[in-house]
């Protein structure tokens, strides 16, 4: 005997990201901001005057990637559960990739999913984490292994909120933007190469090209089956930076720029880029003064440390490994002589 559920259907999630100042909004259901006490101090009075709701509700959790956890999922659950919110109630998320991604994993789980939307204040989280629905937290075996695929509703990116971020946060989202750059933009790359950043304009326009490559990605790929891995080059690498220094002496963008050089070193040693590219990229990297070097104090345990990574398969490392500028090769058969030939150039003398 066999029953069949029929479940074929296709299911439209597409959503606008707009990039400009925010606009009033006025929402007919419950609605809760989720921040965190600094981003509120800084400008939760401004989001107050464009956002408005039948209730509205504002839920702080504490802030720091070390509260990307399961106490503060719990907080805002509870919230919501003692404001009555329903299956058409909204969360917002306000605040960088942290509050971001806690808010959207909290809606996709509160009452099997509700509606979410993103209002990021980080560069990183402007160009990267808010756009694609990737959502989730931390538990003690490691980085985001907790989490759900649950695209926002809309994503309202106001590069106003960028005017109070510290420059190292700030360095650190354009680490992704040059890596949205390297892997499938090469005339996005040259347009970084003779922008300034911190000239708001140009800054808009690189946040659009950055969040346009990325939605583009998304579109093709949601769920990370193949293409969409490719927005991990430099994190193969830069997480074991960031294991191997606890988590404190890089911000992620940081650790992702030193895993660039290393994609980077490893492309030149396939044959896959010039070191004159790999120069360039290491130049632009340096002209928002992102670290560029990392000792590898032991080589073995550095290459061991690759298999904690979630996106490595049982027996084989994923590595993302560009091909020039502007084009990208999703690598998991690269012999273990080619990584140690890399990671050897770092090692501590
Ligand atoms: P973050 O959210 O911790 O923010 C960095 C710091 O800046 C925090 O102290 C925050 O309170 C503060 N801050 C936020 N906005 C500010 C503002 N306008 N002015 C001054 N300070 C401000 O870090 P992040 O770099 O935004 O995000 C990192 C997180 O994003 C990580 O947890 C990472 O896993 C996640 N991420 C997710 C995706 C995704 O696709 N979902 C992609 C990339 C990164
Ligand atoms: N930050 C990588 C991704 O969203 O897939």
């Not at 346009?212 to 193949?226: C, F, L, N, P, Y």
């Not at 994923?318 to 890399?342: C, E, L, S």
């Amino acid at each position: 005997m066999q029953v069949d559920i029929p479940l074929k259907k296709v299911i439209d999630n597409s959503y606008s990201i707009t990039i400009d100042m925010l606009p009033q909004i006025h929402f007919d259901h419950k609605v809760a901001i989720i921040t965190n006490p600094k981003v509120a101090g800084l400008h939760l009075g401004y989001l107050l005057s464009k956002i408005s709701a039948k209730e509205l509700y504002i839920i702080t959790v504490a802030d720091g990637e070390e509260y990307k956890n399961q106490q503060s999922i719990d907080t805002i659950l509870e919230s919501l559960f003692n404001h009555r919110f329903n299956r058409k109630s909204l969360l917002i998320a306000f605040g960088g990739g942290v509050i971001g991604d806690m808010s959207g994993y909290a809606a996709s789980i509160y009452q099997r999913g509700i509606d979410f939307i993103q209002i990021p204040t980080t560069l990183l989280s402007q160009v990267d984490a808010s756009v694609g629905g990737k959502t989730g937290m931390n538990n003690q075996y490691g980085k985001n292994l907790i989490g759900a695929f649950h695209q926002p509703k809309a994503v309202y990116i106001d590069p106003h909120f960028l005017t109070t971020l510290p420059s190292r946060e700030f360095a650190a989202g354009v680490a992704e933007i040059v890596k949205m750059a390297v892997t499938f933009n090469k005339e996005f790359f040259e347009f970084l190469e003779s922008a300034d950043l911190k000239n708001p304009k140009i800054l808009q326009e690189a946040i659009k090209q950055a969040v346009q490559t990325k939605a583009d990605v998304v579109s093709k790929d949601e769920k990370e089956h193949g293409l969409r891995a490719a927005l991990n080059y430099g994190h193969t690498f830069g997480h074991v930076i960031e294991n191997e220094t606890q988590y404190k002496k890089f911000l992620h963008g940081e650790a992702v720029a030193i895993g660039m050089i290393m994609a980077n070193e490893t492309a030149v040693k396939m044959n896959l880029m010039s070191e004159n590219e790999a120069n360039r990229i290491q130049a632009l990297l340096q002209k928002y003064d992102l670290p560029t070097t990392y000792l590898i104090k032991n080589t073995h345990t550095f290459y061991e440390t690759f298999f904690l990574d979630k996106k490595s398969s049982d027996s084989s490392i994923t590595f993302i490994i560009p091909v020039g500028i502007g084009d990208v090769r999703i690598a998991d058969t690269i012999d273990k002589n080619t990584i140690m030939h890399v990671l050897n150039k770092f090692k501590e003398s």
